[in-house]
């Protein structure tokens, strides 16, 4: 998960998500489930950010194969104030009528859905080199984690970060631990302190 200060990108509200009432059924409701940041509603769309572009296809592809083909139709998924309307057709599950006698091309002369060009995804000019290369980018592995910890979180989501964490590292082998509390470190010192702290290993002994 990334970090996207405010600061430089302020918050866009685009609407309200109400929660009145927990899960009746939870395999209906939650089992069933399939949340994905590819569902977007037209005028807003994906950047060009690497692993923003993994997930729009691995979170839909997971669904897929967990809840199949036509996972969009499950009452949990589908929507209820608005009629789908595309030339999608069969697949295992199809529950909504299948688009009736309707042809599933286009142009038709049925008076079929066409593609509405007001609705066509912006482009950008992108340029590189296509290969398997360590990337030069100043946002590594740690940079994310220790904005997170410092700047994120407040004191008490950061001790029970800690807590939790070293709850569970404690059982671990001590070649292991040490490892660890050194990755921590390198997020923030104090992060890695902490932990240490938290395990019974000196900071010193943890830092790089």
């Given amino acids: 998960t990334k970090v996207w200060p405010q600061g430089d990108y302020p918050l866009i509200p685009v609407g309200k998500m109400v929660l009145n009432r927990n899960p009746e059924n939870y395999f209906q409701d939650v089992e069933q489930a399939a949340f994905s940041p590819a569902h977007l509603v037209p005028g807003i769309e994906p950047s060009a950010d690497k692993m923003l572009q993994g997930r729009l296809f ?3 592809d997971t669904h897929r194969h967990r809840l199949g083909g036509n996972y969009d139709q499950i009452p949990v998924n589908c ?5 789908v309307n595309n030339h999608q057709r069969d697949g295992p599950m199809r529950v909504d009528g299948n688009g009736g006698s309707r042809p599933n091309y286009e142009p038709n002369s049925f008076s079929g859905p066409v593609a509405r060009e007001e609705f066509r995804q912006s482009t ?3 340029t590189g080199l296509v290969a398997r290369y360590k990337p030069a980018h100043p946002n590594n592995d740690f940079a994310q984690p220790g904005v997170l910890f410092r700047k994120v979180m407040d004191e008490q989501a950061r001790t029970n970060l800690i807590n939790n964490i070293s709850g569970h590292l404690k059982n671990a082998n001590r070649d292991i631990q040490e490892r660890q509390v050194r990755v921590f ?3 923030d010192p104090e992060y890695g302190q902490r932990i240490g702290q938290g395990i019974g290993i000196p900071a ?5």
């Fill in 58 to 60: 691995s979170y839909i």
């Fill in 79 to 83: 929507p209820y104030r608005a009629r």
């Fill in 124 to 126: 950008q000019k992108l």
């Fill in 185 to 187: 470190y390198k997020c």
């Fill in 204 to 208: 010193i002994k943890s830092k790089l």
